[in-house]
């Protein structure tokens, strides 16, 4: 029988795998879910202005076929949107999100945000805002479409852009002040310059910086023709590059309510605009309605002229109609912000 040793060595266990964060952990608590508005009352403004443009065209005389044809065009584009995001939602947690979709659930945590992209729109969307959607690229490359044509879409887009642009505002400012220079698709700056289509200007020598529909025109000597326009749309983290430019610049003036900018002053969002909910509604709905009715007294003037030929202006009916009843929509659920 072979001896044994008095004492044997303890067993080696392997190494511990570290463990990976549960998802409530890296989400943390819910705090909202956000869904698109019911699909019939989504679809009723669509429906409304096509049959307005159907009804100008019939007083023309158009024929069957163009009444059909423009009535399905304006339908398709109308209502592409509200269509697409049937059944989508969106769970608001405090460090993260998750997209859900028939059939699919994508989960998205700030901090795995590398990019955070503006999506303007030129026509106010169903959220009351010219910010159409924002689309997250995370670190790994993979890319998510945050829709914003939903409940309280502001709050969403808000709570997003601050989970996402802080950290990366924080971080953009230390490597600002080490001298580092940043990088926003074409644009390049640094403590002391910024760089805009191969033109470099000294931040001294720029006057004024105005934040306004989804750009930033920077001044140089006098606030009438800016020396540089940039688009937010074309930049990445737009938020960190108003941020930038508000530390950089000598003064900065914000006159877009809908787009919210991270300040110098304070690492929070900060809504600008003396206008209230209210106004901006009636103010839609005025303009809204004025264009409309340009285009039908453009089409009804041309046509009753006794010529062969005449304008039918369904592109100021279109316009118009769609500010009109969007202003009627967001008057009708009040202020947002």
Not at 317 to 328: A, M
Request: glycine share 8%; with cysteine; net charge positive.
């Amino acid at each position: 029988m072979p001896a044994r040793p008095y004492r044997e060595p303890a067993p080696v266990e392997p190494d511990l795998v570290p463990q990976q964060p549960s998802e409530a952990a890296r989400l943390g608590s819910l705090r909202s879910v956000h869904a698109p508005p019911p699909l019939r009352r989504a679809l009723l403004g669509p429906i409304l202005i096509a049959a307005l443009i159907v009804a100008v065209s019939a007083a023309g005389g158009a024929s069957l076929a163009i009444l059909v044809a423009l009535a399905a065009v304006t339908l398709a584009i109308l209502a592409w949107e509200p269509l697409r995001l049937r059944g989508w939602s969106a769970a608001l947690h405090a460090q993260g999100l998750v997209l859900l979709r028939p059939g699919t659930r994508r989960v998205v945590a700030f901090d795995d945000v590398n990019e955070v992209w503006f999506e303007i729109r030129p026509v106010h969307s169903q959220a009351g805002a010219t910010l159409g959607a924002l689309r997250l690229v995370e670190y790994s490359g993979e890319e998510h479409r945050l829709p914003l044509a939903v409940n309280d879409g502001i709050l969403l887009a808000n709570s997003v852009v601050r989970g996402c642009s802080v950290p990366l505002l924080l971080e953009a400012r230390r490597a600002l002040g080490e001298g580092a220079a940043l990088t926003f698709g074409q644009i390049q700056l640094d403590r002391v310059a910024i760089t805009v289509g191969g033109a470099r200007m000294m931040w001294r020598e720029i006057r004024l910086a105005v934040v306004s529909h989804a750009r930033v025109r920077l001044y140089r000597r006098f606030p009438i023709l800016a020396w540089r326009t940039i688009r937010l749309d074309r930049i990445p983290n737009p938020t960190v590059f108003i941020g930038l430019v508000a530390q950089c610049a000598a003064k900065t003036r914000i006159d877009d309510p809908f787009i919210v900018p991270l300040t110098s002053e304070a690492e929070g969002l900060r809504v600008q605009g003396a206008e209230g909910g209210n106004e901006r509604a009636l103010r839609e709905m005025l303009v809204g309605g004025l264009v409309c009715i340009a285009g039908i007294l453009i089409t009804w003037a041309t046509y009753s002229a006794d010529r062969n030929l005449y304008i039918l202006a369904y592109g100021p009916i279109i316009f118009g109609g769609v500010r009109f009843f969007q202003g009627l929509a967001s008057l009708r659920r009040g202020p947002r912000l």
